[in-house]
Each structure stands twice: as structure tokens, then as C-alpha cells.
């Protein structure tokens, strides 16, 4: 099992950054890959980054140049880095970890006023 906790969501104006962090604990040793999701009001969730287990990391096009997404030294613990953020960015973050399941956290918001 592994639980998941984000945080450091919170109100910006466009244009400004935020740092997501989502800090893993249970069985972290099985974690893999790990991502960043998002889910606005009214719509899907969707992807927004990856991170694998040897670094490699990939970002939806909307995010690309703008988002970082790493990951700490104890490899339980993944940041998003956003950089210029829009008004569109707003919704609900969530963080995924891999493992022979996965595991989602609990949600942490995030609201971009223009």
C-alpha cells in the first residue's frame, strides 16, 4: 500500500508559479513512476506529467516549457514546478504513484485568477 499527500496549492494571478508537492509513504520502495493529473471543473482528469524511476520525464503538450516535474533525493516525494501559469491551469491537482497498482492522493487545489 502507499498513501499519497499533496500539497502547496493555492490562489496565484496568471502569470505567476506555484510548487506542487506530494509526498509518498507506505510501501515506497515498489514506486516506479510517478505523475501529476489535473481535473477542472466540468471536465476529465488528464494528464499533466510523468517522472520514471531513472528521471526521464514527459509533459502534456498544454504544460510543455512551463511545468518542471522532479523528484527528491529519497524518491518518495515528486514536485510540480509551474511556471507562468494561465487561468486554464485552474482545477484540482492529484499526484499518481506506479507500482503493481496505482495509487492517487487526495487532491490539492489550485486557482489562477487573470
Known amino acids: 500500500q502507499v498513501q499519497l499527500v499533496e500539497s502547496g496549492g493555492g490562489l496565484v494571478q496568471a502569470g505567476g508559479s506555484l510548487r506542487l508537492s506530494c509526498a509518498a509513504s507506505g510501501s515506497i520502495s515498489s514506486i516506479g513512476a510517478m505523475g501529476w493529473y489535473r481535473q477542472a471543473p466540468g471536465k476529465q482528469r488528464e494528464w499533466v506529467a510523468t517522472i520514471t524511476i531513472g528521471g526521464s520525464t514527459n509533459y502534456a503538450d498544454s504544460v510543455k516549457g512551463r511545468f518542471t516535474i522532479s523528484r527528491g533525493n529519497a524518491r518518495n516525494t515528486v514536485y510540480l514546478q509551474m511556471n507562468s501559469l494561465k487561468p486554464e491551469d485552474t482545477a484540482v491537482y492529484y499526484c499518481?504513484?506506479?507500482?503493481?497498482?496505482?495509487?492517487w492522493g487526495q487532491g490539492t487545489q489550485v486557482t489562477v485568477s487573470s
Open positions: 499518481k504513484a506506479l507500482t503493481k497498482n496505482y495509487y
